[in-house]
C-alpha cells in the first residue's frame, strides 16, 4: 500500500540553526500538507501546497518557514532559523482530491531544538 | 481557538465491547469530517470520514453519526479489540479550497482483554 514518508525521523538542531524536513508523499498526489504537533497539543495545519505553489498557510507559518517541491517526489518544509518553539513533531500528508478531504499521513519527524 | 473539541482524554473499555469517542465542533463552515487513530511515534492514520449531508457512515467495525443540530459528532467501534488502542483525533474540514483540516485534542482509547 502506497504511503507517506519522512526523513529524518528524529533531528536534534541548535537554535539558530537552518533545518529542511523531506517527505516523499504518495506518488499520484497532487495536494501536500504540513502539521505539527507540540508534545501534549493538538496537531495543527502549517501550510498546504499545490501545482509548486503555497494554497494556504496558517499563522504559525511566518517567514521562518518556507516549502518546496524541488523535484518530482520531494516535499520539504525548511525552517530558516529554529527556535526553541519549534520543537515538535512535524507530519507531511497528502492527498488525491482538490478539497484535501482524505489526507494521509507521513510517521513525522521528531525536531528537537535546543 | 477551540473548533474541534474532544472533551474525553480518555476512555476504557473491554474487549469485545463498544467504544464510542466523542467530538464537537463549533465551527459551522466545517462539511466534512474526518476521524484519524495515532499509534505512538508514528503519524495519524486515517479512518473513516463522513460528509455534513449525511448523518451516518459506516465502514466495518468502525461507524461515524454527525448530529448537525448539536455539531456533534460520534466514532463508534464494535466490537472493540485490544489494537484498537491509540489516540482517535476528529478533524473538521470546511470546502474552501486547498482546506487545511482542523483537529481536536484527541482521545486516548484503552481497550483491555
Known amino acids: 500500500e502506497p504511503e507517506v514518508t519522512q526523513t529524518p525521523s528524529h533531528q536534534v538542531t541548535q537554535m539558530g540553526q537552518e533545518v529542511i524536513l523531506r517527505c516523499v508523499p504518495i506518488?499520484?498526489?497532487?495536494?501536500f500538507y504540513w502539521y505539527r504537533q507540540i508534545l501534549g497539543q493538538k496537531v495543527e495545519f502549517l501550510v498546504s501546497f499545490y501545482n509548486n505553489e503555497i494554497s494556504e498557510k496558517s499563522e504559525i507559518f511566518d517567514d521562518q518557514f518556507s516549502v518546496e517541491r524541488p523535484d518530482g517526489s520531494n516535499f520539504t518544509l525548511k525552517i530558516r532559523s529554529t527556535k526553541l518553539e519549534d520543537s515538535a513533531m512535524y507530519f507531511c500528508a497528502s492527498s488525491a482530491l482538490k478539497t484535501g478531504r482524505e489526507q494521509y499521513f507521513g510517521p513525522g519527524t521528531r525536531l528537537t531544538v535546543t | 481557538d477551540q473548533q474541534v473539541k474532544q472533551n474525553s482524554p480518555s476512555l476504557s473499555v473491554q474487549e469485545g465491547r463498544i467504544s464510542i469517542l466523542n467530538c464537537d465542533y463549533t465551527?459551522?463552515?466545517?462539511?466534512?469530517f474526518l476521524w484519524y487513530k495515532k499509534y505512538p511515534a508514528e503519524g495519524p492514520t486515517f479512518l473513516i470520514s463522513?460528509?455534513?449531508?449525511?448523518d451516518k457512515n459506516e465502514d466495518g467495525r468502525f461507524t461515524v453519526f454527525l448530529n448537525k443540530s448539536a455539531k456533534h459528532l460520534s466514532l463508534h467501534i464494535v466490537p472493540s479489540q485490544p489494537g484498537d488502542s491509540a489516540v482517535y483525533f476528529c478533524?473538521?474540514?470546511?470546502?474552501?479550497?486547498?482546506?487545511?483540516?482542523?483537529f481536536g485534542t484527541g482521545t486516548r482509547l484503552l481497550v483491555s482483554p
Open positions: 465551527n459551522s463552515m466545517f462539511d466534512y
Open positions: 478533524a473538521g474540514a470546511m470546502n474552501t479550497g486547498f482546506q487545511k483540516l482542523v
Open positions: 463522513i460528509s455534513s449531508i449525511k
Open positions: 506518488s499520484n498526489h497532487l495536494y
